[in-house]
């Protein structure tokens, strides 16, 4: 059984710059959310897709934006970059969208100067 | 909104005592609650899952318990190791459903 992946392992963006992160959730999985976690913080939750449908947003801009696609995997997409969004970027699978056990992937680490 | 605090922000030990880390939650309609350990720069691998009508879980050295309607949980290591270091967090599972709330995790070091 793969576990959950993340890529690139890490990352580094200037200021007002694009950035797309990518996610494979684990076998059987079809639920993908992402979290931030600033340095010295716990993560805080960006959004959730369950079959390929938003199931869930945080209190984050919509600069940030997602996709799953048919086999489950999911980008997260952050637009106009500012220094502030320098963080690590988790991707956690489950089930089936709730009450689940959550299973993180390594993260991104995201600096943006 | 959905509040987690963790004591304490971090612990020192000397190797092979028994340890408690304290999590607790301001809304206690929660799904389940769930540790997880994070080494530095990394991700998180879960520890433990409890789900709501659960008052505790097991695994190895591990026991968490769960006391909902007071909004708070332990997380007891036993006989802690060196390899125990590393920062743990709780995070629960509320009214929305797949939303994990974090708390911002205790830092433990376990010396020889």
């Known amino acids: 059984e793969t576990g959950v992946t993340q890529s690139p392992t890490h990352l580094i963006k200037t200021r007002g710059q694009q950035v797309t992160l990518r996610c494979s959730s684990q076998?059987?999985?079809?639920?993908v959310s992402w979290y931030q976690q600033a340095l010295g913080q716990g993560p805080q939750f960006i959004f959730q897709?369950?079959?390929?449908?938003?199931?869930g947003r945080g209190n984050f801009p919509p600069r940030f934006s997602g996709l799953q696609f048919p086999n489950y995997s999911s980008e997260l997409n952050v637009n106009a970059l500012e220094l502030d969004d320098s963080a690590l970027y988790l991707c956690a699978s489950s089930l089936s969208g709730g009450k689940d056990e959550q299973y993180f992937g390594p993260g991104t680490r995201l600096t943006v100067t | 909104k959905q509040e987690v605090t963790q004591i304490p922000a971090a612990l020192s030990v000397p190797e092979g005592e028994n340890l408690v880390l304290n999590c607790s939650f301001t809304d206690s309609a929660i799904y389940n609650l769930q540790w997880f350990r994070q080494d530095p720069g990394k991700g998180l691998t879960s520890l433990l899952l409890?789900?709501?009508?659960?008052r505790e879980q097991t695994s190895g050295r591990l026991n968490a318990s769960l006391d909902k309607s007071s909004g708070r949980s332990t997380l007891y290591i036993a006989a802690s190791q060196p390899g125990d270091s590393a920062t743990y967090l709780c995070a629960v599972e509320g009214s929305t459903l797949g939303r994990l709330y974090f708390g911002r995790g205790t830092q433990l070091t376990v010396w020889p």
């Open positions: 076998s059987g999985h079809n639920t």
């Open positions: 409890i789900q709501s009508s659960q």
């Open positions: 897709y369950y079959r390929e449908e938003e199931n």
